[in-house]
């Protein structure tokens, strides 16, 4: 079978479970919700149709199973949104398109992403404007303590977001560019030369600055752990990583003391009943949910979310708590099946690296593949109380337009890669 | 760069692993964590069964019932409280709602309510509503609350901070469980604040407090009954035992005076120890005190039940044992030396007691000295109209012989018919009772009592009505009280 047809095959599953889902929120709900369902279900299967006879078209040996992967997770998302709020399933399925519009624009006009190394140090620019845009004032937005949030007339969007693609694509070109001289020093376990650790303390510095301004552990976290991930990746040197999880563990450890709402987070990771009414309630009840769900969940549309004044018991449980939503409704089978599909999409993405023959392609495969899984871990951890909470999305699954464009476009790089890579094989 | 990718892969995977491994821990610590407050899982899942009615004892007057609504993003219709009598039975019935969980008979009762109890016909009932796909009905509870006495008691209550308690002696059943200030359980789920702002002439107004169960009132004269039990049943001292009353009692050598209570002059001379207790003599009793003995008098205490929580259907933490207090807990002394007899003789010291607790006394009095376990619930009744439990009269105390009832009865009869208790007299019908103003050391803030049974002679109620923060005495504010609860429940049960 041909790459796209597999991929049309297993889009029409992922139909089929998207029908299934909206049939059940809508079967649990009668009340609330309409027949309209089942013609979202359909209408969500056919943007994703469209998107897949563009790649027939643009990237015909593109990876298979990406583009099912994200709508599924979509799906998954969109039907825990539809559940919590119908309004915001809407606006979420609006988002939908857009991003899905602006893969097809990628698609269609970026054949080559190696065109993308040219002008690597436009896109990293780009990025640290992208960062520090949140701390302009008249601008920026901040949403429960930490400022991620651009605010421009009628939309409010995370420039984090799409910061974290051209960090990764000019940390691709740079490290390519530098691997030999970063890989030098003595021996394979030695500590490369002091020198040799400038670009690494700028990154750290630009992490650091991303910590402080925006307030936010997560996306400091994000991108500085996408960096170490592609430093090693390139260079196979340990101390690299080393000396940078000590400096980022500082830096964390500064911005700990200095400014409360990272400390109020710490100490509510640390102890969550210390105030299960008060700081601790978000995770509290986030806890409450996923214990809740039992094996296989309450059901979809069933579970215990709202409240009987119809606000969910969890805030913000359609964006950066969406998982634990998924406990609820379907248990610890629905997390397990989530989790999963992020180890199936790293699995694909950091296949797509090992095929490449250039090392550009491999350390863009592999930084966009990372960047997603980590975000996810980074979230997915901080619901579960694994880690201190932090304020970022579940990639494809939270509410949020910022988030949804932003992985549809690190998506279709990934693809643009994927057909250059399997084109070159055959 | 392929090795390091796979190890990368590796890595990443372990970091995924270890979210799914979390997740089976909170799994597993489920139980634990659905027992915490706030957890809305468990109180939620029981929103969703359609649960059982509360009534009065005339099996037709609602204390609770269901208001079936379908919310936003619910799935399931939820079965939301409604409390038709408002304040009227807040203290005994209690409340169920989402935000505050639960508390009286609802919490105390929840798992026949919702039709969760192991019984085998409600067993096979869920089971047979969960494969048709229905809604689990709970089992409907029928009390023992006579709503028009209730409603008595509290009105005559009204306006101060108190609480009434009237038992069937030879049952335990509790005919009126009454408390002010109260509350509308209807305002708990929305509108908290709104009982918070109760105000009443006493320092805390705590309206959610059920002063009658878990009340603590200083109970001065009223524990007399207890000493003379313990006087008598001793045999130590007889009714006719005749005492010189100096007008004050001589402890560790300072005089302790007769408190203004009592009725007629202040220096008696001589008197029998029936005329002591009709006349609320301190020094007499304090005299008996010292003759008997502190730990004869706790241990009569303990034998009416004091020390203990009394057995009855309401959640633990809405029952306050009575006895001696010390730094605000129980206190039962290991050396009788270290309780002033004498004080603790006329119910000072530091007892503490709950309207429940005087009222169980007086009850063992009128039922021959042997106090009934007290219960709120008659019967529970299964959605198909079946009765799958009836409470039958359980002996709780064997407090004192029936002779030393017969005694004390006679003795507390002489306080209504010409002692302190003249005001709780009804016309018709022989009332046996004890008065009783504790001070609290400061004007104006007495906690006064009247404890008695009715008919003297085959005693059908027995009541306890505390008063706190009062400036009146027991005879004249606590006595009337009594006389109307009894009175309504004789009308209704002659």
Request: include cysteine; proline fraction near 6%.
């Amino acid at each position: 079978m041909t790459y796209r047809n597999r991929e049309l095959l297993h889009l029409f599953l992922v139909g089929l479970l998207t029908a299934t889902g909206f049939a059940a929120v809508y079967i649990a709900q009668q009340d609330v919700v309409s027949t309209a369902s089942l013609s979202y279900a359909a209408f969500f299967i056919a943007l994703f149709v469209v998107a897949h006879l563009v790649l027939r078209l643009a990237l015909p040996r593109a990876d298979p199973y990406l583009l099912p992967l994200c709508g599924l997770l979509t799906a998954v998302g969109l039907t825990m949104i539809y559940r919590i709020d119908p309004d915001k399933a809407l606006r979420q399925g609006l988002w939908v398109v857009i991003g899905l519009a602006a893969f097809a624009a990628l698609v269609l006009f970026l054949r080559d992403h190696r065109t993308l190394d040219g002008v690597k140090y436009i896109l990293g620019l780009s990025a640290i404007v992208l960062l520090v845009l949140p701390a302009l004032p008249g601008l920026g937005r901040t949403i429960n303590g930490a400022s991620l949030w651009v605010d421009v007339g009628p939309i409010v969007f995370q420039p984090g977001e799409f910061a974290k693609i051209l960090l990764v694509i000019f940390l691709a070109g740079y490290l390519r560019d530098n691997r030999e001289m970063l890989s030098m020093g003595a021996g394979r376990y030695g500590f490369p030369s002091p020198k040799y650790f400038g670009p690494l303390l700028i990154v750290w510095g630009g992490a650091m600055l991303v910590l402080f301004q925006t307030n936010d552990l997560g996306s400091g976290l994000l991108y500085f752990s996408i960096f170490l991930a592609m430093i090693w990746v390139a260079t196979a040197r340990w101390p690299y990583v080393a000396v940078g999880a000590v400096l980022f563990t500082a830096g964390a450890y500064a911005l700990y003391h200095v400014v409360p709402h990272v400390q109020d987070r710490v100490s509510i990771w640390l102890d969550p009943w210390q105030a299960p009414f008060g700081e601790g309630y978000q995770l509290v009840q986030s806890i409450y949910a996923i214990a809740g769900g039992g094996l296989f969940g309450q059901g979809l549309g069933r579970g215990v979310l709202i409240t009987p004044e119809g606000n969910p018991y969890i805030p913000f449980l359609e964006t950066d708590f969406i998982f634990a939503g998924i406990a609820q409704e379907l248990g610890l089978a629905g997390v397990a099946g989530v989790v999963l599909l992020y180890v199936v999409f790293l699995y694909r993405g950091f296949r797509i690296a090992m095929m490449a023959a250039d090392g550009f392609s491999k350390l863009l495969a592999v930084g966009l593949t990372a960047a997603l899984a980590i975000q996810a871990f980074i979230i997915i951890g901080g619901v579960t109380r694994l880690i201190p909470l932090t304020g970022i999305t579940l990639p494809f699954v939270s509410y949020g337009g910022s988030s949804i464009v932003a992985n549809f476009v690190l998506i279709a790089l990934l693809l643009i890669v994927s057909n250059h890579v399997n084109r070159a094989a055959s | 760069m392929n090795p390091q990718i796979r190890r990368l892969f590796f890595v990443l995977v372990a970091l995924f692993v270890s979210l799914v491994a979390i997740s089976t821990y909170w799994l597993w610590d489920a139980p634990n964590l659905a027992a915490k407050r706030g957890n809305p899982t468990l109180i939620v899942q029981q929103l969703t069964i359609d649960r059982g009615l509360i009534y009065a004892s005339d099996g037709k007057t609602v204390f609770a019932r269901n208001r079936e609504v379908t919310r936003k993003n619910q799935g399931r219709p939820w079965f939301l409280r409604v409390y038709p009598q408002q304040g009227l039975v807040a203290h005994p019935v209690g409340y169920s709602t989402v935000e505050r969980a639960r508390t009286g008979i609802e919490e105390s009762m929840n798992d026949y309510l919702t039709g969760s109890n192991a019984n085998l016909d409600t067993v096979l009932d869920n089971a047979l509503d969960k494969l048709r796909g229905l809604t689990q009905q709970g089992n409907d509870i029928v009390t023992t609350i006579d709503a028009e006495a209730q409603r008595v008691a509290m009105d005559a209550l009204g306006g101060r901070c108190g609480a009434a308690v009237a038992l069937e002696p030879d049952t335990g059943r509790v005919l009126v469980l009454a408390s002010q200030p109260s509350y509308d359980p209807n305002l708990v789920e929305r509108n908290f604040d709104r009982i918070l702002r109760t105000r009443a002439p006493c320092p805390s107004a705590s309206p959610l407090l059920n002063r009658a169960s878990a009340g603590r009132f200083i109970p001065g004269s009223t524990f007399k009954v207890v000493t003379a039990a313990a006087a008598l049943d001793s045999g130590r001292v007889q009714p006719t035992t005749t005492f010189n009353d100096p007008g004050y009692c001589i402890e560790y050598g300072q005089r302790v005076f007769n408190y203004s209570d009592q009725s007629g002059p202040n220096v008696f001379g001589t008197v029998t120890f029936a005329q002591a207790l009709q006349n609320s003599i301190n020094s007499v009793f304090c005299e008996v005190g010292k003759r008997i003995g502190a730990d004869l008098v706790l241990e009569y205490a303990q034998r009416f039940g004091f020390y203990e929580e009394p057995p009855i259907e309401l959640p633990s933490d809405e029952i306050t044992p009575s006895g001696l207090y010390k730094n605000g807990r129980l206190y039962l002394p290991k050396d009788p030396n270290e309780v002033d007899p004498g004080r603790l003789a006329f119910g000072q010291e530091r007892l503490l007691t709950t309207p429940l607790q005087m009222a169980l006394v007086v009850a063992g009095v009128g039922n021959g000295g042997r106090v009934m376990e007290p219960t709120l619930v008659d019967r529970i009744v299964a959605p198909d109209g079946k009765v799958i439990q009836r409470t039958s009269p359980d002996e709780w105390k064997e407090a004192v012989s029936p002779q030393t009832a017969a005694e004390l009865t006679a003795m507390m009869t002489a306080v209504v018919e010409s002692g302190t208790g003249t005001a709780a007299q009804i016309p018709g019908v022989s009332v046996a009772g004890k008065t009783g103003t504790a001070e609290t050391g400061r004007p104006g803030q007495n906690d006064i009592w009247f404890i008695g049974f009715a008919p003297a002679d085959d005693p059908q109620v027995a009541v306890a009505v505390a008063l706190s923060n009062q400036a009146s005495t027991g005879g004249t504010t606590a006595a009337p009280i009594a006389k109307q609860i009894m009175e309504a429940l004789l009308e209704r049960n002659p």
